[in-house]
């Protein structure tokens, strides 16, 4: 007595992996439908507009500098001065995330700060996720108990020792 069991296994596999196919092919093309809206996209500055632009470069895993206030219309350009691939994204104060996309060393790419933007928009890697800046735009009339001048000022390498300390505590 043959059974038709094998073969219908067969077919349930090739099912399921063109099910799986499909499914995988409508997430990509969700995903990046939502990273072309419109109103988040990274816009390049044209030599008209009056906003201002800032500049930043990613070396020794971390944003610098960080002391700019950008404010909305502002371009920011990142260069990657280290020796490694980073992959820029920016998470907006409703949650939204846009990709800036792989960042080769020695390349640089640009974000524009939305015209309606207010908030604080957190710029980090996602291949390192300790990579990470967070930039207050157009909160000028947000109270706050304490200002930026009241923060204590750490040098570069007080930084550096500071993270260097963190980093070895973790392994005891």
């Known amino acids: 007595m043959k059974t038709f069991l094998p073969g219908l296994m067969s077919a349930s596999r090739k099912l399921s992996a063109w099910i799986g196919l499909y499914a995988l092919l409508v997430l990509l093309a969700l995903y990046l ?12 500055q044209t030599a008209s507009d009056p906003a201002h632009s800032h500049r930043m470069t ?27 691939s980073h992959s820029i994204y920016v998470t ?16 640089t790419v640009h974000w524009q700060v939305p015209a309606d933007a207010k908030g604080e928009f957190v710029m980090q890697c ?11 735009v157009n909160t000028v009339n947000v109270s706050s108990s ?4 009241d923060l204590p000022r750490l040098t570069r390498q ?3 020792d500071g993270r260097q300390n963190i980093c070895s505590s973790r392994n005891r």
């Not at 996602?126 to 207050?136: D, F, S, Y």
């Open 146 to 149: 304490v200002s930026k001048y």
């Open 58 to 84: 990613l070396s020794d895993h971390e944003f610098a500098p960080v002391d700019f206030e950008p404010q909305p219309g502002d371009t920011i350009t990142i260069r990657n001065r280290s020796d490694i």
């Open 33 to 44: 439908a939502s990273c072309s809206a419109a109103s988040h996209a990274p816009l390049k």
């Open 126 to 136: 996602w291949i390192h996720p300790i990579i990470r800046a967070n930039l207050l």
């Open 92 to 107: 907006y104060p409703d949650g939204t995330m846009v990709n800036l996309g792989v960042q080769t060393p020695g390349t």
């Open 158 to 160: 007080e930084v550096l």
